[in-house]
């Protein structure tokens, strides 16, 4: 690993971790990140980066809360965008301990406080080593908002705040170990799904138009049309209102849908769930009210800046943790799995990075991030993996608790190495961005993907 960067950590690596665990004992929904973006932001000012805070969904507003970082250093090709992920989980606060011991409100259940710390320092390392090697170039970091809800990054793309750059860097936790190889993942449609009808007493409901009824239709028929979905799509709901008392026909129910398939699929099967809906609407003599909550896009992977990554792994000094993490991992997995840990550290906790066999092979994941849409604007990579217990799943408790401990802040300082450094050696080969953009482009045409259109689904 390059000196400057080891020197980096040698200095900032405690002051990097207590961002991290600041953020997690601060977990905050989905575009409400206020505290998480001023934090980092103070992060960022202090390692010389010209930083500012605004509203994803209104950056240009004066008065919208502040819940995204923008961090810029340096200028020039080739620019290098790293980022981090801010906000956190409804219903998952947790004690940092191995065992369950719930904590009111939000929790760090997908590690993202460990995603922000990580870019942040990687961002940081990167610029501290250019300018001692008198590197040019561009690195800027963006902590986004909402990916839970999967749209910060679709607002951020909609600004521009991605067009500049060539690649862009960030990891995931994940119990298991590091993977590469790229990956594709199911595009997302979120909808929200509104009948209105007319009230009426329970006992003469025949007075009255059911909106509840309406939502009960809809979902009836959708489930019918799982059957008639490929096996790559899903689609899952929840009512947000299904009124108030049984003795009171609705005259409002609604429900939401997440709406999810490959990108190529997704618009085929958001029109036939609308007409589903708008059936269900004609069966009760409603009226139905569809309002488009966020579309974004499945993974593009990006093979050769993948390739690349990789072999920047074998730079990086191996993850270790002490006896004293292995003794929480094996109390967490006691209480999580019911039965006794495995002996093999490795089997534990993960530390190693996944070896990749067969490159053409490119893994489908049934998940949906919003990094999907970065994908489609520039070469990509979001490594996945480590800093979680082995085998435990992700928006859960475990997590949560890991999140907050030497398990999860140990696997962030270690992907954020190796961000940094594969970051650095762009910047002192500027060449290798033209080849990680030939690759993109040619997969691109070969899968027949339409140019990256900005917001651009209407219903």
């Not at 004690?95 to 009111?104: A, D, F, I, T």
């Not at 290798?432 to 690759?439: I, S």
């Amino acid at each position: 690993m390059n000196d400057y960067i080891q020197l980096w950590y040698d200095e900032y690596e405690t002051e990097a971790r207590t961002l991290m665990h600041d953020i997690w004992e601060h977990p905050e929904f989905a575009m409400e990140e206020y505290y998480t973006a001023g934090r980092l932001a103070g992060f960022m000012k202090e390692q010389g980066f010209e930083t500012r805070t605004f509203n994803a969904k209104e950056p240009q507003s004066q008065s919208a809360p502040h819940n995204t970082v923008y961090a810029k250093w340096g200028s020039g090709k080739p620019v290098i965008g790293i980022l981090g992920e801010l906000d956190s989980l409804k219903g998952l606060g947790q004690e940092n301990v191995p065992y369950y011991s719930p904590v009111p409100g939000c929790g760090h259940g997908c590690g993202h406080n460990l995603i922000a710390g990580c870019g942040a320092a990687a961002a940081s390392s990167l610029k501290f080593a250019a300018e001692r090697e008198e590197l040019s170039g561009t690195i800027i970091y963006v902590g986004c908002p909402a990916e839970e809800t999967l749209d910060g990054k679709v607002w951020l793309a909609k600004w521009g705040y991605f067009d500049d750059m060539d690649v862009c860097l960030m990891w995931h936790p994940g119990g298991h170990e590091l993977k590469f190889a790229g990956y594709t993942n199911m595009a997302l449609t979120s909808i929200l799904f509104e009948y209105f009808g007319k009230t009426a007493h329970g006992v003469r409901a025949w007075n009255g138009r059911s909106a509840l009824d309406a939502c009960e239709l809809m979902n009836i028929g959708v489930n019918y049309l799982r059957e008639h979905m490929t096996p790559e799509c899903s689609i899952h709901y929840v009512y947000e209102d299904g009124g108030d008392m049984p003795n009171v026909v609705p005259e409002h129910a609604s429900v939401f849908y997440y709406i999810r398939s490959r990108d190529e699929e997704n618009r085929e099967l958001v029109e036939r769930v609308k007409a589903v809906a708008q059936g269900a609407a004609i069966m009760t003599e409603t009226k139905l009210k569809m309002t488009l909550r966020t579309y974004c896009r499945g993974n593009f992977p990006a093979i050769a800046l993948n390739r690349y990554v990789y072999e920047e792994v074998k730079k990086i000094p191996p993850l270790t943790y002490s006896g004293e993490d292995y003794e929480f991992a094996r109390k967490l997995h006691r209480n999580f799995f019911e039965e006794e840990p495995p002996e093999e550290p490795d089997a534990l906790i993960p530390v190693k990075t996944s070896p990749v066999k067969d490159w053409d092979s490119i893994p489908f994941f049934r998940g949906t991030s919003d990094v999907g849409d970065v994908s489609h604007i520039l070469p990509t990579i979001q490594l996945s993996g480590l800093g979680e217990v082995a085998g435990t799943r992700a928006h859960h408790w475990t997590v949560t608790a890991a999140a907050g401990t030497a398990i999860g802040e140990k696997a962030a300082v270690y992907t954020s190495k190796i961000i940094s450094q594969s970051a650095l050696d762009i910047l002192k080969n500027p060449g290798l961005v033209e080849g990680f953009w030939k690759d993109f482009t040619e997969s691109r045409n070969a899968r027949k993907m339409p140019p990256y259109e900005k917001c651009s689904f209407r219903i």
